[in-house]
């Protein structure tokens, strides 16, 4: 009695020690090292330039900046034209094969730029099929005809229009799909034709959509190192890697990676201005689907064309292409060596799925039991990563690991006279953190969308019940969220079997996945070897094609109304 009485006046003159939160700590702390790659990359800056640093400003750095602005103004240009007019076409009219062209059009996206590069200059080039049958039908020899040189600036800026258009057509589409007729009518009553309805009414509705979907294919273009360097066109990601591999300047690299993200960062900052900046609202809680307009047989074929074209040069031309140098090569390429490949790239890419699924899971959940204008800010920044180019994040990976490594190893040395190695920087860690660092965004804006689906009663449910955070997080909501976390898997899972920069820097010695065995072949100028690794990951990639061309025809805001008339 008296020992109760003592503990019960401690416990209320003692003052009480507050107990750690260790969801809210745990995303500050992974917020943290994923940033370490950044952090690094900007601490260059203030460094003192070196004798190749300014070598590089002397001869080469105005034409890295002047190619890489070229290359963005031309996609930009090239992914407007056919993302937006494709979307309009196919939401807002009828013509024969519309329903096919609403899913196939995402198709392209399953074509890595390197690969369509590869695979159009095979069939471009002075000995490619399409050149071999002129000569043969006008009997020309060489020098007797001009054809355009594919592996031009020019070249590179249509292989990433090819392949990059979907997501301005698929943010546009969403956002043509979202429009009520009640607001286009207005258009229409004072006279407007269906194109003066797209540009007066239809695209100003739709400029946040399709501002985003351009800024997402210009980081693209930006981070892209397959396609421009097997084009031999000066860009930031090719001199970062020249700088790095060739001239073994590591603090050169990191500023050239410097510059580089001001650019990247220079768009994320202007797409989220331009969501900001949007003045135009449906405030109408009337909702009906726009009536799609019957064409005549003229403008149903030229609609027909239109939707053909970039499917056509973006994936079936490609893939067949592909298909048909892999049925030719498949005795001499696909052998035990070809099935270590696949099992490194497979091994790699669940690796980092798993990882990046688990920690987008953990910070999700963090920001729903704790949020906070801090912890916001920390998921957001930890989910970055996906605008850092692959070059651009190998250096920042390999600096501070190789720096760790080289700690460890002299300490150990010093200690014991036992050599450590490179335990990091020279093994997957390396890979499986920077893959994680870019694609940590793909699962967290998924694993975020599965549990806003998820009540807040629910938690209230479970705690009622005597559960913790975790437990209510492990009985309640994973089971409820086992598609939004298998369609999480699967996004990380094809985006890391398709990275070729920072898999090609930070491998492993003797360490090869399809992605890089398809570059190296190529470089050999050996394409149709390349071609059975090439469509590997081709067909792989139609698996998130298949999962975006399915929620594009999700449920539309406002169908609650009509089901409620």
């Keep these: 009695m008296h020992t109760n009485t003592f503990s019960n006046l401690a416990r209320h003159l003692v003052p009480s020690v507050p107990r750690p939160d260790w969801w809210r700590g745990s ?28 070598h590089l400003a002397d001869t080469v750095l105005a034409s890295y900046v002047t190619n890489s602005l070229l290359l963005v103004v031309g996609v930009a240009i090239g992914t407007l034209l056919i993302g937006v007019s494709t979307a309009w076409v196919v939401t807002a009219t009828v013509f024969p094969g519309r329903r096919i062209f609403e899913w196939a059009l995402l ?53 990433l229009t090819l ?22 009518d207005v258009g229409r009553s004072l006279g407007f034709g269906p194109w003066r309805v797209l540009f007066r009414i239809a695209l100003p509705l739709a400029r946040p959509a399709i501002i985003t979907g351009l800024s997402l294919a210009l980081m693209e273009t930006l981070a892209d190192f397959g396609t421009v360097q097997y084009f031999g066109i000066d860009t930031f990601t090719t001199g970062i890697y020249r700088t790095w591999l060739g001239l073994g300047d590591s603090a ?9 993200l001001i650019f990247v960062f220079t768009l994320v900052v202007v797409e989220r201005w331009s969501r900001r900046q949007a003045q135009y609202h449906n405030s109408s809680r009337s909702f009906k689907p726009v009536p799609p307009i019957r064409l005549t047989r003229a403008r149903a074929t030229v609609a027909f064309l239109v939707c053909l074209f970039p499917l056509l040069l973006g994936f079936i031309l490609p893939a067949l292409q592909l298909l048909s140098w892999s049925i030719d090569t498949a005795a001499d390429v696909v052998d035990a060596s070809f099935f270590g490949l696949i099992l490194n790239s497979l ?15 953990l910070m999700a959940y963090a ?35 190789a720096w760790i490594d080289n700690s460890i190893d002299g300490w150990m040395r010093e200690q014991f006279d036992v050599s450590t190695g490179l335990i990091l920087s020279g093994t997957v860690v390396a890979l499986l953190f920077a893959y994680t660092v870019r694609f940590l965004s793909v699962s967290v804006q998924t694993v975020e969308a599965g549990l806003g689906k998820i009540r807040l009663s629910m938690d ?38 398709k990275e070729l920069p920072a898999t090609l820097m930070l491998r492993p010695f003797n360490f090869n996945t399809l992605a890089v065995r398809a570059y190296e072949l190529a470089g050999d100028e050996r394409l149709a070897d390349a071609a059975s ?33």
């Design 367 to 401: 920001k729903r039991l704790r949020g906070n204008a801090l912890l916001n800010i920390a998921v957001r920044i930890a989910a970055m990563g996906y605008a850092i180019p692959g070059t651009v994040l190998a250096v920042g990976v390999m600096i501070p690991f």
């Design 533 to 565: 690794a090439a469509l590997s990951i081709v067909l792989v990639g139609i698996i998130p094609v298949i999962l975006l061309s399915r929620s594009i025809s999700r449920k539309r805001p406002g169908e609650e109304y009509v089901a409620q008339a």
């Design 347 to 361: 091994s790699l890419a669940m690796g980092a799925s798993v990882i990046a699924l688990t920690i987008a899971l």
């Design 107 to 159: 198709l392209p996206m399953a074509m890595p730029a390197y690969i369509i590069a590869y695979t159009y200059t095979g069939m471009l080039d002075f000995a490619g099929p399409l050149q071999s049958t002129l000569r043969e039908w006008f009997d020309w020899g060489y020098g007797d005809y001009w054809f355009p040189d594919i592996r031009s600036l020019w070249g590179a800026m249509l292989m």
């Design 27 to 54: 995303v500050l702390l992974i917020t943290l090292i994923l940033a370490l790659p950044v952090l690094v990359i900007f601490s260059f800056i203030f460094t003192p330039s070196g004798e190749v640093w300014r």
């Design 252 to 260: 050169a690299a990191a500023q050239l990676s410097a510059m580089l």
């Design 163 to 184: 392949v990059l258009y979907p997501y301005v057509y698929l943010l546009a589409r969403a956002a043509f799909l979202e429009q009520s007729v009640y607001v286009l």
């Design 460 to 497: 209230d449910a479970g705690r009622s019940l005597g559960y913790t955070p975790g437990r209510v997080l492990r009985d309640i909501h994973l089971p409820i969220m086992r598609t939004s976390l298998l369609t999480a898997l699967l996004m990380v899972f094809v985006d890391v079997l």
